[in-house]
């Protein structure tokens, strides 16, 4: 994921609340431990796949992280890469293919042997996969806040979805369209300790924290505690395991997006977290 880049106080001034501010409440969940699995559950499934997205739901996890861009004649689908090499059939960019051309592409299984064919999954599609049985943790790759939104109304998904902004553009776009919208913010990497993290808080008002989860200190926990903001980080690598999990938990985190959810979420049942 990309971090939020922290531009002049001005470019997000006017749409700032004062002094009575408070954060959008996050989505509601049935657990007190949040699990958000990075691209869906891609341990059998390729990423972004609605197949990964149901793979998700099947194991408990609470949200799917969905990357949401828009193809060239407007639609929004989802794919990590701006270019569809990596995880398709196809070469070049998805912006500059139709809908219909990128349903036509067959997306790479994790099983070189395997004949089942995977699609690239348009954002109505994920959203009928979703409502009322996961949320979605909405990456705002490359896409219009406004059409986005109405999309989420449609499926009446308001209180289903939060979304991880990119830059200062999406920020007050969202803020804009949305006020009411739960938007998480990356902690800078500058930011290391209680004073600093209360200065970004209060420059950029995020409803909710991510990051590394290894920036954070039990005190920096506490503290967003304080502003009612929930800290849910990356945790994800490839060698993520029960030694990650065990710190997160002793900084006093209540969540973590994973590359790994099925294994998290067992892990936590036997911790009596979930």
Known sequence: MMRFQLLTTLSLLWLLPGDGWQANPAPVSRH???VAAHRGDHVIYPENTLEAYREAIKNEADYVEIDLRTTKDGELVSMHDGSIN???DGKGQLKDFTLAELLQLKVKSKDTASKEVFRIPTFKQILQ???NRIGIYLDFKAADPEQAYQMIKEYGMEKQVLVYI???AQFT???KAAPKMPLMLSLP???KNTASMKSFIDQYHPDILDGSYNQYTGDMVALAGEYHI???PDIQSAGEGPADWNKALAAGLKGLQTDHPAALVKFL???GLR
Do not use: L, Q
Request: charged residues 35%.
């Open 86 to 88: 990596r995880m398709t």
């Open 230 to 232: 929930p800290v849910w």
């Open 166 to 168: 990119n830059s200062a």
């Open 173 to 175: 776009g969202w803020r």
């Open 129 to 131: 996969t979703c409502k």
């Open 269 to 271: 049942k036997e911790k």
């Open 32 to 34: 007190k431990f949040i």
């Open 189 to 191: 990497d500058s930011v």
